[in-house]
């Protein structure tokens, strides 16, 4: 009998279709977040079994180099065994007390010492409920209600803060959602990330609370700030009587020891973190000087709480997540990054669709940009330096390239607008693996678009 050749063996999902039809059923698009249910990529969820480092194993038993990492929280891969014991020795304690306890404290520490900007802060379970309380605290201390904020920046997902937002509105499309009073939008005044001039309009006609911001927006894809916009940023925020709210919940405690602040030099009034702090569990917080943090109750009049805030197991994640988070992690997790931006780009230039003689003529049209533990890869000939840029890449190829890397056994987040997560858990081999069946990816693309 003669053996016919077999083409490379597709990984199989029989158990996640099955859970997904469930899923459909239980859960609004089977989902518990938007972009999990990968509908921009054009493809069904994957249902996951458990983490191991940088891998991910699913229900159906296929394996998957992971770079969505929980979206930024395991910057040390998943389930592991420093931030584990600390997890079990805590809930063996007790998972909850309504009580402070000690680990908050050294938490928020810890958490000073790292970041300048930070005297004192109050936690809370989501990043959300921190950009809210950071705007309230705001108002407050300015008397105002208007906020500034950048068209393709995520701030969480609540009503003032949803216009023209990344992350997975940008996904789906969305400009803003119903269920937003008009009154509340309008209290938002949405401009173009690295326009000196449009923000220099909004901060004189406008009575601002709040100048908000990622200092390294990653919710349209990556996308730094121009050179001086950030010092712009804090300038024009202060000239006309406004906080400076600087958004840290991916890049604070990723892109280095003391986030963005330090990698970007640039210093906040009142900071937002989350992610890395709860080490894979639910943390996050808002900080600021203790002048400003001091109007929280009950310190002060401005109101904020939360049954789990400060929970002891997040806290014991976070604790851990960070005592392993020295200078030499972030030269490793730095050096990780540009091996893997490095091959994706060299991966483009080998395999792009229409090689000519010259492989760079040829080479796949993306932009590669990447910060130390971020990475994206935008399917656009041109530079993108805004979000109008970002939604102008070619979504279609983007999501083919995804579809393609997840039959290779890569995990990509599944959408143009987030960024990649590499994790110091990802070894060279993984790396090798990825760039290898990124270059595969991209091979199978049709030529792009005017090509
Ligand atoms: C993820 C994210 C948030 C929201 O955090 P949640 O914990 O998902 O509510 C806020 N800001 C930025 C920059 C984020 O990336």
Known sequence: MLLAVSPPEQPQHARSSELYRRALRALPGGVNSPVRAMRAIAREPIFIARGEGAELVDVDGNRFIDYVCSWGPLIHGHAHAHVLAAVAAAAARGTSFGAPTAAEVELAEEIARRMPAVEMLRM????????????RLARAATGREQIVKF?????????????????????????????VPASVAAETIVIPWNDPGALVAATEQHELAAVLAEPLPANMGLVPAQEGFLELLRERAHACGALLVLDEVISGFRVARGGAQQLLGVQADLVVLGKVIGGGLPAAAVGGSAELMRMLAPAGEVYQAGTLSGNPLAVAAGLATLELLDDSAYARLAAITERLAGGLREAAARTGAGAGADARAGAYPVQVVSAPGLVTVFFSRREVRSFADARACDLDAHAAWCRELLARGVYPP????????????????QLERTIEAAAAAFACLAEPAGA
């Open 124 to 135: 809370t379970s989501s990043g959300t409920e921190a950009a809210m309380t950071a705007v």
């Open 414 to 429: 599944p959408s143009q607008f987030e960024a990649w997560f590499p994790s110091l858990a990802h070894t060279d081999e």
């Open 151 to 179: 068209a393709g920046a995520y701030h969480g997902h609540s009503d003032g803060l949803l216009a023209q937002a990344g992350s997975g509105l940008a996904t789906q499309g969305l400009p803003s959602s119903p269920g």
